[in-house]
């Protein structure tokens, strides 16, 4: 059925400009912001195992089968599991799927687009040389000076809302594309130094060791749950957001060899970072298990040292803000599209709606930071509830579905013909990956964190 419709809301120019734009979504906060801070919480090396397992076994197998549903559906992850429903004779509640994603990709960005503030605040940081030979506490002063202050950090989450807004109104192609395909080779750039700085100045071999020496003592089922929760966020998956680009890949492009491209380019930038952080916390005497304000009150202090620090400080938040910005994209594009397609609102329009009202659920993370720091549930905070919920829980529960729904629901024929590939080996790899290992894992995981809980 898709053989020659397109997507009503553009088409990507090609191989590269996907590959561009899935690079883009998939690397962000999760890999330089969140992946060192929650492998330092949760021991190192045996949950970076466990997070690489989770890529390579269930997010690349996943990656392939939500981009094939997206080129399949062609429109917003709602519309597109309904009419694949309907084209494969299937219940039309499948619809609901994309429901789910739309409101995970409106919950991710309310808090995603504060974290994202913190960088751009960092920006200025750096250029005004505050990191200047400070030493480990005068940075930790530095982050707390900011998220203690709310209103600082509205002005900065409304700053990164307005920019996210600005380019998803523009459309996916006229927006996204020129942007993402300058600024990724420049933060890949930025971390290999960094890690050569750590290489020389920081502790290198103990960083190492804590990243690549699994200690499985330190493993429990929520850790194992974090780590699987994680392999989603990184990579996208679950909500429909790498589905929607998949809805604008033209035809012909190798759906497998786009996966691998992105899932590869993605770790490699989480482990880099790992390998640029690590080494500085233990050499500074600084606690791997920081929580969410590790890479902040980390690499600062290797700019305020290092020659040409003010530079490499602010190019660095400067990149990773745009890294934010191009993840930030795909985390509503979903939403803005199912606005479009659904009320039949202007894409502006659709822009102005989900974006303040992300922007208005974001001030719940601003405060847990400061005045609702001590209104806990389960020992979490509102922001921690909003990470938990969506990253443990909604993506890898988004994820299942998509598995269950492409390995058992569509006729294998359709699935061979949208993936392009021969029947054989290589196929009956990933069928079975995606038929038994990938939805056991997340069931398996989720029993044993509940068992946990309970
Ligand atoms: N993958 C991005 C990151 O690591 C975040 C992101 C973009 C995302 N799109 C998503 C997370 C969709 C979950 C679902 O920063």
Redesign the pocket.
Known sequence: MSETTQSIHGQWSGKLAFILAATG???????????PYITGENGGGAFVLVYLLCIAFIGVPIMMAEILLGRRGRQSPINTMASIARAEGLSPAWKWLGVMGVV??FI?LSY?SVIAGWALAYVERAVSGAFQGANGEQVGAIFANLTGDWEKQLAWHTVFMVMTMLVVARGVRGGLERAVSILMPGLFVILIFLVGYAVAQGDFQKGWHFMFDPDFSRLNAHAVLTAMGHA???????????MIYGSYLPKNVSITRVSFTVAVA?TVVALLAGLAIFPIVFANQLEPGAGPGLVFQTLPLAFGQMPGGIIIGTLFFIMLTF??WS??I??IEPAVAWLVEKVGVTRHVACLLAGTATWALGIGTILSFNAWSDKTWLGKTFFDILDYL??NIL?PAGGFLIAIFVAWMMRRQSVLEELNVKDGPWFEFWHFLIRFVAPAAVVIVFVQAIGLLG
């Open positions: 979504s998939a690397v962000g906060l999760g890999n330089i912001w969140k992946f995970t990709g991710i995603y989603f966020f990184t990579l996208s998956l679950g909500m429909g957001a790498i993605d890294a934010a993840s930030a795909s985390i969506t990253a993506l």
